[in-house]
């Protein structure tokens, strides 16, 4: 059974820096998988904020986060990483580690993917 277990939220200011970790146990190789990050703010939908391909070779970023975040993995630790660069106090939100197995690219809508995380709360003070 797939578990996803993130860590590295917590509270900084406007123009700061946090690094998100989510770890992958169980299941199939975690190289087998596309693995996402997500958000969700209070009152809001969960959307779509990056996601990698299985070796890392592509990565797709939402317009909002552009040049801000970057998503990376490690497969042979088992983690896919979310560094978040210029926080914004709009940035606030519950973050979401998530794993499909597929095999089509890219996957950016919370449907498409199988496993999720517990979250961690990001929130960024003005």
């Known amino acids: 059974q797939v578990q996803l277990v993130e860590s590295g939220g917590g509270l900084v200011q406007a123009g700061g820096s946090l690094r998100l970790s989510c770890v992958k146990t169980?299941?199939?190789?975690?190289?087998?998988?596309?693995m996402g990050w997500f958000r969700q703010a209070p009152g809001k939908e969960r959307e779509f904020v990056a996601a990698i391909t299985w070796t890392g070779g592509s990565t797709n970023h939402a317009n909002s986060v552009k040049g801000r975040f970057t998503i990376a993995r490690d497969n042979a630790k088992n983690t896919v990483y979310l560094q978040m660069n210029s926080l914004k106090p709009e940035d606030t939100a519950v973050y979401y580690c998530?794993?499909?197995?597929?095999?089509?690219?890219?996957?950016?809508?919370?449907?498409?993917?199988?496993?999720w995380g517990q979250g961690t709360q990001v929130t960024v003070s003005s």
């Open positions: 998530a794993a499909v197995d597929g095999s089509r690219w890219p996957y950016a809508t919370a449907s498409e993917y199988d496993y």
């Open positions: 169980g299941g199939r190789a975690f190289s087998s998988y596309v």
